[in-house]
């Protein structure tokens, strides 16, 4: 049985009486003023999303003014390799000085970390028709009764239950309660039926708010300038290689030619992880020895790329838990050297609660424009999405479903609804 079920149960043992009164009485006009402010006393208090404490510094492309167009290093054998080393030092060294020129990150939740415009995603369409226009005689009007907070807490604990993060809880909570008070609904229309109408409604807002197209956003971005870069970020195992030759897959479908970075240069086997998906992709993977510099990997990869004037370059990082700051640092520096039009931070769907404290530790340490959860296909319950999208300001935009090449969707927030609900 379903969330919703166990919920509708409950509440059909719910007399109407003891939650709503008699329409036009003067308890269901004060109820219609304390639905308005509670509404308006919850707009005030909305969360401020999540932004990077101290953002990452933006350099103006100093190695695009580089007169000298360096060669893929792996395209042909290294003859000046020593000069291009030091050079490679150089700039990355360059990268991490703080320079005077420095754009504040913006705060538009339709722009990436980067300032690049972001194409929203439209709302999905449901009905959210609570039962208004077929009221204007004999209804009644949903009030303030201890008996809906009990409702409401008995649906707060299944929340729970499901992953979704106690704040991300609350929040619903309380958007449900400020929309149900002062609601009129039909006699013929089931209070039950009001209720679940109200907590889709309340849920998909939670998941839509800043959800934008990943396809058309890449294609805007490419219709500016090539390569697009696009950049992958998460804990330990949470599926970046994965997701990494899933969207290389993706675009290249699409026609786009694809670039990989072997930016994992901690872990062993990472590297030829990577490049065994692009053998099998057919798209080049820049690359360089374990132990390498991680940012020097993604810049060489964009270079090349720019000199080649391929489309899109991905660079997946190595894992790392949130909490290890040399490691963020890395992260942060890749991040300065390649300005990536797109910072996807990778979430295990598995790892409930986790997820959540991860995301919001990633966000603070980096910032990062969406969100791709994977395994939705296991048993994950899901509520973690819904917290994500919550806690960061940041929506989910991608979804992985399986381990094959084509097990990477847009994330669906209506689909995520129903599997939390039935
Ligand atoms: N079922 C399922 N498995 C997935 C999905 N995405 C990734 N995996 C699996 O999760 C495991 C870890 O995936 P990786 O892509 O290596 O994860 P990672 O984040 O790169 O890991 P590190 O580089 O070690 O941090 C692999 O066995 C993948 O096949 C998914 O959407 N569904
Ligand atoms: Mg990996």
Same mark, same amino acid.
């Not at 994965?242 to 670039?259: E, M």
């Given at each position: 049985m379903g969330l919703f079920d166990r919920f509708k149960k409950r509440f059909k043992k719910t007399d109407e009486k003891e939650i709503t009164v008699e329409e036009n009485s003067p308890e269901a006009e004060e109820a219609v003023e304390q639905g308005k402010r509670l509404k308006e006393a919850l707009e005030g208090s909305r969360p401020i999303p999540v932004e990077a404490s101290s953002p990452s510094p933006e350099i103006e492309n100093e190695w695009d003014d580089s007169d000298e167009i360096t060669e893929d290093p792996f395209a042909k054998p290294v003859g000046r390799k020593e000069r291009k080393k030091a050079r490679r030092a150089a700039s990355v060294e360059k990268a991490e000085q703080p320079t005077e020129s420095k754009k504040p990150i913006t705060k538009?939740?339709?722009?990436?970390?980067?300032g690049h415009g972001l194409v929203a995603k439209g709302p999905t369409e449901i009905e959210v028709d609570l039962g208004e226009s077929a009221t204007k005689t004999g209804g009644r009007v949903v009030m303030a009764s201890d008996k809906l907070d009990r409702i409401l807490e008995d649906l707060e604990e299944e929340l729970l239950s499901s992953d979704m993060a106690q704040s991300a809880v609350e929040e619903v909570i309380l958007t449900l309660k400020a929309t149900l008070i002062g609601t009129r609904i039909s006699t013929t229309k089931k209070l039950e039926v009001v209720v679940e109408k109200a907590l889709r409604s309340t849920l998909l807002r939670l998941l839509e708010a800043g959800y934008w197209d990943f396809d058309k956003t890449v294609n805007t971005f490419l219709a500016d300038a090539s390569p697009v870069t696009i950049m992958l970020v998460g804990v330990n195992g949470t599926g970046k290689t994965t997701t990494t030759a899933k969207i290389a897959h993706r675009l290249s479908q699409q026609g786009h030619s694809v670039v990989l970075a072997a930016? !994992? /240069?901690?872990?062993? #086997?990472a590297i030829d992880q990577l490049a065994t998906h692009a053998d099998r992709l057919g798209v080049r993977c820049i690359r360089s020895q374990r132990g390498g510099d991680a940012a020097a990997v993604a810049r060489d990869a964009v270079e090349s790329a720019k000199a080649r004037g391929e489309d899109i370059v991905i660079i997946d990082t190595a894992g790392r838990m949130q909490n290890k700051t040399n490691l963020m640092e890395e992260l942060r520096k890749v991040h300065r050297v390649t300005q990536p039009h797109l910072v996807i931070f990778v979430a295990d769907?598995?790892?409930?609660?986790d997820a959540v404290t991860q995301a919001v530790e990633f966000q603070r340490m980096l910032s990062f424009d969406g969100a791709a959860l994977c395994k939705? !296909? /296991?048993?994950?319950? #899901?509520g973690a999405a819904l917290s994500i999208a919550h806690a960061?300001?940041?929506?989910?935009v991608l979804a992985g479903i399986g381990q094959g090449y084509d097990d990477l969707i847009d994330f669906d927030p209506a689909w995520l609804i129903d599997t939390i609900l039935e």
């Amino acid at each position: 049985m379903g969330l919703f079920d166990r919920f509708k149960k409950r509440f059909k043992k719910t007399d109407e009486k003891e939650i709503t009164v008699e329409e036009n009485s003067p308890e269901a006009e004060e109820a219609v003023e304390q639905g308005k402010r509670l509404k308006e006393a919850l707009e005030g208090s909305r969360p401020i999303p999540v932004e990077a404490s101290s953002p990452s510094p933006e350099i103006e492309n100093e190695w695009d003014d580089s007169d000298e167009i360096t060669e893929d290093p792996f395209a042909k054998p290294v003859g000046r390799k020593e000069r291009k080393k030091a050079r490679r030092a150089a700039s990355v060294e360059k990268a991490e000085q703080p320079t005077e020129s420095k754009k504040p990150i913006t705060k538009n939740p339709m722009q990436s970390t980067t300032g690049h415009g972001l194409v929203a995603k439209g709302p999905t369409e449901i009905e959210v028709d609570l039962g208004e226009s077929a009221t204007k005689t004999g209804g009644r009007v949903v009030m303030a009764s201890d008996k809906l907070d009990r409702i409401l807490e008995d649906l707060e604990e299944e929340l729970l239950s499901s992953d979704m993060a106690q704040s991300a809880v609350e929040e619903v909570i309380l958007t449900l309660k400020a929309t149900l008070i002062g609601t009129r609904i039909s006699t013929t229309k089931k209070l039950e039926v009001v209720v679940e109408k109200a907590l889709r409604s309340t849920l998909l807002r939670l998941l839509e708010a800043g959800y934008w197209d990943f396809d058309k956003t890449v294609n805007t971005f490419l219709a500016d300038a090539s390569p697009v870069t696009i950049m992958l970020v998460g804990v330990n195992g949470t599926g970046k290689t994965t997701t990494t030759a899933k969207i290389a897959h993706r675009l290249s479908q699409q026609g786009h030619s694809v670039v990989l970075a072997a930016a !994992d /240069t901690f872990r062993a #086997g990472a590297i030829d992880q990577l490049a065994t998906h692009a053998d099998r992709l057919g798209v080049r993977c820049i690359r360089s020895q374990r132990g390498g510099d991680a940012a020097a990997v993604a810049r060489d990869a964009v270079e090349s790329a720019k000199a080649r004037g391929e489309d899109i370059v991905i660079i997946d990082t190595a894992g790392r838990m949130q909490n290890k700051t040399n490691l963020m640092e890395e992260l942060r520096k890749v991040h300065r050297v390649t300005q990536p039009h797109l910072v996807i931070f990778v979430a295990d769907a598995l790892a409930g609660n986790d997820a959540v404290t991860q995301a919001v530790e990633f966000q603070r340490m980096l910032s990062f424009d969406g969100a791709a959860l994977c395994k939705l !296909d /296991t048993d994950a319950k #899901g509520g973690a999405a819904l917290s994500i999208a919550h806690a960061t300001g940041r929506p989910i935009v991608l979804a992985g479903i399986g381990q094959g090449y084509d097990d990477l969707i847009d994330f669906d927030p209506a689909w995520l609804i129903d599997t939390i609900l039935e």
